[in-house]
Each structure stands twice: as C-alpha cells, then as structure tokens.
C-alpha cells in the first residue's frame, strides 16, 4: 500500500507475515511452562524469531536459538494467487512509507487491483491476502497501523529501582487516581477490590490516566510510567504463580482495555495476551466457581442458616471480578478471529436477575445489570460466530438459518432491555448508551458472518458467481439479501448511538471499542462503493454521517497517538476515497449492462434500488 504523500519515487516496502504456528512447530519453552497460547505472527525476515507472547513481554523466546530452516519449511511463501488469509493467518501486507501525521493518511484508489461487484470490501483497492476479513475488527486494527504508517519511538532505558513515587508526586497519584476513578473505573462494571496497599493497581490506574494530563508533563512522565509498568507486567506473567493476587488479575485487566498514549513501539500492545494472562491466574485461583459459591452462600441465608456476611460479600466480589473478566476478553476477542479462553456457565444469569424495576435504584445495581446484559451479548454472538453453512442441501440450509434465527431473536430480547435503560437510569447513563453501542455493532458482526459463511462455502467450491446470494433461499426467501440491507441499517445505528453519547465521556471509551466505530463507518463506505457500481443512488445520510463522526472523534481525542484519533484518520482517508470517486468521469456515453448486485440492494419493477 502506498502513501499519497510519499511522492511518486517512493517504493513501497513489503513485510512478509506469517501464519500462526502449526502443530509441526512445538509451543515455546515459556508458553508452554505457562501453558498459553503460542503464536508466531511476524516474518521471519526479522532477525530473532519469537512468538508473539515473548515479543509483547519483550522476554527471550526459544525459538530464537532454533534452525531458521524449521520456520522456512513450516510456513511456506503463499502463492500470488492464494486465496484470502483465513482467521489468524497474515499474509502478504506491504506497509507503507511512515507519514508524518496521522491526519495526512490516505488509501490509494488507482486500478492495480479492480474492484468486484460482489466484494464489499473491494473499495480499499488491497491486494488479495492483505487483510483477512473474516476477522473485521482486527482487520479494521491492522488497516489503521499500515494505512497511518506511523511508527513510535522507542521507549526510554529503564531507570534501575524506578518508581511511582520516584515519578509522581503524593498529590500528582491522588489525582490520577482520582481521575481513573471518575472516567474509567465505570467501564469495567465492578468495584476495584483493594488490599490497604496496592502498588500495582495504582500505577495501573495513573498510566492510564496519565493521558489525561497536559502535553509537557504526559511527555515527561508519561514515557516512564509505561517503561514502570511493561517490567512489572513482565514479572507478574512470567512469574505467575507468586503473582497470582486479585490485584494482579485486575491490573492486568485495566491494562488491557486501554494503551498508555506515550509513544510505545505497536508490537507490544496487545490486550489480549494481558487478559489471557489475567484469566489463567484466574482461573488457578478458581475464580470461575466465585459465582456457584455466591450463589450458594445467599441460598444458605435465605434458609436461615449462619452465613458469615464477610464471606457473601467477598464470594460476590470475586464473582463480578470473574465475571468482568470473561466480558473482557469476549470483547478483545470479538471480530478478531480469536476465540476466549474463559467460559461463563449460567450461574451468573441468577446470581444477577433481572427484575420488572430495572436498572436499580443504585450505582452497583446498575453495575450488576451491565455485567449481566454483556455477558449476555457476548454469549450470544460467540454462539452466532460459530455457525458455518455446511453445504447446499436443504436440511443444511435450514439448520444454518434456523440457529441465524434463534440468535438474532435472542440478541433482539437483550437489545429490547437495553435501549430504554439510557433514559431511565438514575445514574451512568451514558454507560448505557455505549452498551447499546455494543449490542448493535455485535448484531452487526453476527449478520456479516452470517452473509460471510454463505460467500466462504461458494468461494471454497471454486464457485464465484456474482448471484450467489440468491442460491441460498430457505423456505423460499432471500435471507442474504434480507440481511444485507439490515446490516447497513445496524452499522448507521452504531454511528448514530456514537454520536447521541456524550462527547467529554467517549475519550475513555477502552480503545477496541473505537475499532467498531471505524468497522461500521468503513461498512457503510464499502456498500455505497459497492451500489453505486450497479449506477444506481444511494440516498441517505451516510456522508453526514460519516463527517460527524469523523468531527466527535476528534473532539474526544485525548492525543495524536490515541484510539479516538486513529479511528478518525482512517474514516478521513476512506471518506476521502468516496470523494475522488465521485469525481471520476464516467468512460463513455455507450449504454452498457449494470454489473450484478449484491445482497445490500434489491431489484424492484425490473430496475435496481438501493436498500
């Protein structure tokens, strides 16, 4: 992919990416002593290879002293003419010249790579492999770091027995921490289980907040607070066993829903080797039976029995805790291809019932609630994901419709709780709203993959016919094209919903939830690249729509390196393809036929119109 600004000598520079590790290649020593998930995601043209693990905990990795050959063999160059990566695979990407400034990102729009009625996604104009797609939010993520081209320096050498309080002033910790209180802490649903002292969930707490402070003194102090806390995040995976605490498990948490914005090196930020790490300790201090002993605890005292209230409360805290891990790592996980370590088991639909008064008539039962209803949300689209459409057959059809069914009606339930409760709510209010936020765009993700198995079983058959979608019609309907057009209303919502939140709040929104706004806002660009082909209109709001995203993005960025203005960079430079496009004489006056349409438009009185 190549820059605008870069001028017309620049060449770009190709990074071969590898596939994960296969079986062949045994997990590393330190993934497997810690028994986690080991995966080679970089190119062995580097001169170690690690696994991905190693490399975010900047610790060695064995692979490092192993045969090069070994890799060479186990992940062979992907013929030019491969299919599209499938989940977890990275392909050929080419990255290109570094841009100065994130506002000054484009896409190139020339016709190396001619675009497909069919393709949604064909706008981009990438090479085919480039981004995997089946995998959206985590291809919207790696769009954003070679679209941008930004590369962050180094951080500092670490300072020998640096601390917090050797960085920040006793006034300067109250403050941040006061902060992370006020703008962060209700994101997480639950109240931070402290000890008397917590070092950890302290400096996990001001890094985070650090954003918040002013450009001079962030710059300062910004960059040794993140030094501070990747060795002390080192220690604690790496030495899991003496750090198994509820106050490493939930800094570890924090730490993984929103980056320190102080100039850190992309490799090592990733959210989900923390939360993972997170729920192995977890899960070795048996925190997944916190919700079963809660529940056990109040049956007991409901029967008369002595119950110490120390131990209920404590039983119910870690059960939260659990429980806002889980949603967690669902979160990190959606859209990414990658599947949740934790499992959740229905004892916390009855340790937090829902009543005909809701959400409560306080701060933690309003906590309660939104742990419930994610739980809920990420429940159902892990159980939509799953779904594959086996084959043609009508019994295989009607199976992979009627579980499409039974999850969007399930996911209907839950958003018909979810929308009144922004205006009704005594208190949090917005973290209502950004929960409806999150319901919509999973919607969204559940009726892209629904319309995505359907492509996959045509493409893997060799089958590229631009009609398709209308070979698939259980009981006589057009389900794609049913859900296409719904999909395009669902991605407005979100933006809508982003829009409608209140803008001094959204710049603490965790930072993958900035990801779904850019996958919606580049959906809708895709299926209006895509209608217009078929040289029809597409009315409606969606350029307004899109400035005004672009507009709050902005407005609740915290810094040029946060999530909110990454997010608002690449919206720019996709709405900025729309523009040139329209722009672009049409070749010829002859009358030629309309290319096939697609499952976001229909056909009505022998014309085509847009949904």
């Known amino acids: 992919m190549e820059s605008s600004m870069a001028g017309p000598s620049a060449s770009p520079i190709k990074t071969t990416k590898l596939p994960r590790k296969t079986k062949s290649i045994q997990a590393c020593n330190s993934c497997r002593k810690h028994k986690t998930r080991c995966e080679i995601l970089d190119g062995v043209e580097q001169p170690l290879i690690r696994c991905h693990r190693c490399k975010v905990l900047g610790v060695d990795c064995s692979y490092q002293t192993m045969e090069r050959t070994l890799f060479e063999t186990a992940f062979p160059p992907k013929p030019e003419n491969a299919p599209a990566a499938t989940c977890g695979s990275r392909s050929d990407i080419t990255t290109p010249p570094t841009i100065s400034h994130a506002s000054h990102a484009s896409i190139p729009h020339n016709d190396i790579f001619p675009n497909l009625p069919h393709q949604i996604w064909s706008f981009l104009r990438l090479p085919r492999g480039t981004l995997d797609w089946t995998a959206p939010l985590e291809a919207i993520q790696q769009l954003m770091k070679h679209v941008l081209g930004t590369h962050d320096p180094p951080p500092p050498p670490p300072i020998p027995n640096d601390s917090l309080e050797a960085i920040l002033s006793p006034d300067q910790i109250d403050h941040l921490i006061a902060i992370f209180e006020h703008n962060y802490l209700p994101w997480l649903n639950f109240n931070l289980i402290r000890d008397r002292v917590s070092p950890f969930l302290d400096l996990a707490c001001c890094v985070v907040a650090s954003r918040h402070l002013g450009d001079g003194t962030r710059s300062a102090v910004a960059p040794r607070l993140q030094v501070l806390v990747t060795n002390c995040v080192a220690k604690m995976i790496l030495q899991s066993r003496k750090s198994e605490t509820l106050e490493s498990i939930q800094c570890l948490l924090i730490l993984s829903l929103w980056v320190p914005v102080c100039g850190v090196d992309e490799g090592s930020r990733d959210g989900r080797v923390l939360i993972a790490s997170a729920v192995t300790m977890a899960l070795n201090m048996r925190l997944n039976e916190a919700c079963e002993l809660a529940l056990a605890l109040r049956e007991s005292e409901a029967r008369g029995d002595e119950a110490s209230n120390q131990d209920l409360s404590s039983a119910t805290d870690r059960a939260r805790l659990w429980v806002a891990l889980t949603n967690v790592e669902s979160l990190l996980c959606t859209g990414s291809g990658r599947h949740p370590l934790s499992k959740r088991t229905g004892a916390y639909l009855k340790m937090i019932a829902l009543s005909p008064d809701l959400p409560g008539s306080n701060l933690v039962a309003g906590q309660d609630l939104r742990l419930r209803l994610l739980a809920e949300i990420f429940d159902i689209t892990e159980a939509g994901i799953a779904i594959r459409l086996r084959s043609l057959s009508d019994t295989d059809v009607e199976r992979w419709h009627g579980g499409f069914m039974r999850v969007l009606g399930s996911m209907d339930r839950v958003a018909r709780i979810i929308t009144p409760l922004p205006m009704v709510a005594e208190f949090d209010g917005f973290y209502f709203k950004t929960l409806h936020l999150i319901e919509r765009t999973c919607r969204s993700l559940i009726l892209y993959h629904a319309c995505l198995t359907a492509r996959q079983h045509f493409a893997n058959s060799g089958n590229d016919n631009p009609y398709w979608f209308k070979q698939v019609r259980p009981r006589g309907l057009d389900v794609l094209l049913l859900w296409g057009k719904e999909s395009v209303a669902v991605a407005e919502s979100v933006l809508i919903t982003f829009l409608e939140a209140d803008v001094r709040l959204l710049g603490t929104m965790p930072d993958y939830m900035f990801n779904m706004i850019a996958f919606a806002s580049s959906f809708v660009t895709g299926v209006r ?34 999530a909110a203005a990454k997010s608002s960079a690449l919206i720019t430079a996709m709405l900025k393809l729309w523009v040139d496009r329209m722009h672009i004489p049409e070749e010829g006056s002859r009358e030629v036929s309309p290319p096939p349409y697609s499952p976001y438009e229909r056909r009505s009185s022998g014309h085509v119109s847009t949904c």
């Open 529 to 562: 690249f895509l209608v217009v082909q078929v040289g029809v209109d597409f009315p409606g709001s969606i350029e307004r729509l899109l400035e005004r995203t672009i507009s709050k993005l902005n407005q609740c960025s915290l810094s040029s390196d946060s």
